[in-house]
């Protein structure tokens, strides 16, 4: 089969636009994609310049999203001194696994040439998961003690940067996902979070005026084009799943996802189309005001309670 833009032999067939793409026009057509999202959510504001650029962290895992992510965006500024990237890494302890990807961010930003942070869950909570798991004094998924240490350490990271933006690799499949798991849990508030603290505490609410903004530029990308980029860029990534992975309903949304595509391609287009207008709606209703956060009395986190969640967890892991 031709590429629907030219005369060379296409790589992909996208169902939802009906295109099928050369290796070339795939390319082009991610990037695009990476470039408005810059432009449309106004990430780069006017008053950037090359005497005062703007910080961008970038979370840096390994995996084929963010280091496309940092690619392209590395790619898009290289020669645009209004944008300084930070790369940062979380490791969190799990062996064989995250030592594997830290190669793949070592090379892609020596490559690169990107500045490169490691923050480790060891140094900074003195846990590593793999010991969470064991232990697991709260009965709890992995994923749901990580998530909460990776995001505490994103934000205070972004923060120590001095960073005007941190970026994250979502693609449009967990966009998706997310957006129908708020749903069907009938979650009406994180539903509202979905614009300014879809990163943020897992259970509390940050002012907006003191959160550094989020963006993930990936967004309207789907993860087979994403991994395809990735492939065929022959860009340093690693592709083994996390041993701990634990979201088991994540999963089954993922599969009833592929198979609503396959059958009605688009739909998570427009899945992601009608979330952000409920977001929208739904953040009216839960504004800010409504929210009395204060800040942890262990760490200054912001947070509804006492002690933020990150803490609480930290002690109970470390209390074994
Ligand atoms: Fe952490 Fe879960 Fe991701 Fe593994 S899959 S790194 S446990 S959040
Ligand atoms: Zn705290």
């Not at 960073?163 to 690799?169: C, E, F, I, Y």
């Not at 998570?268 to 979330?275: E, Q």
Request: net charge negative.
């Amino acid at each position: 089969m031709d590429c629907t833009k030219c005369d060379r032999e296409a790589v992909m067939h996208a169902a939802y636009s009906g295109a099928h793409l050369c290796e070339r026009h795939l390319f082009e057509s991610v990037e695009r994609r990476v470039r408005r999202r810059i432009r449309e959510d106004d990430m780069l504001p006017d008053d950037a310049t090359p005497e005062d650029p703007e910080t961008w962290v970038i979370g840096l895992s390994g995996g084929k999203d963010s280091v496309v992510l940092t690619d392209i965006i590395e790619e898009t500024f290289a020669e645009d001194p209004r944008v300084e990237l930070v790369a940062l890494t979380i490791h969190e302890g799990i062996e064989g696994y995250r030592d594997e990807s830290l190669a793949a961010c070592e090379q892609l930003t020596a490559d690169r040439d990107v500045r490169h942070e490691v923050v480790t869950y060891a140094d900074e909570f003195d846990v590593e998961m793999d010991d969470v798991v064991e232990d697991d004094p709260m009965d709890m998924a992995a994923c749901a003690y990580c998530g909460v240490f990776r995001r505490d350490l994103l934000a205070k990271y972004a923060e120590a940067y001095d960073a005007d933006k941190l970026l994250t690799g979502h693609n449009l499949d967990d966009e998706a996902e997310t957006a129908l798991m708020n749903i069907l849990e009938g979650n009406v508030e994180q539903v509202a979070k979905h614009f300014d603290a879809s990163l943020g505490p897992f259970d509390e609410r940050t002012p907006k005026d003191e959160m550094i903004p989020r963006a993930k530029p990936l967004r309207d990308v789907p993860e087979k084009e994403v991994a395809l980029y990735a492939q065929l860029r022959d860009l340093p990534v690693h592709m083994e799943e996390c041993p701990h992975s634990s979201e088991a309903f994540r999963g089954e949304i993922q599969d009833l996802l592929l198979k609503l595509e396959e059958n009605h391609p688009g739909t998570r287009h427009s899945i992601m189309a009608g979330y952000e207008e409920l977001a929208g709606l739904a953040a009216d209703q839960y504004s800010d005001e409504d929210a009395d956060v204060g800040e942890c009395e262990e760490c200054g986190a912001p947070t509804t309670r006492d002690r933020c969640r990150k803490c609480a967890l930290v002690e109970a892991v470390n209390a074994v």
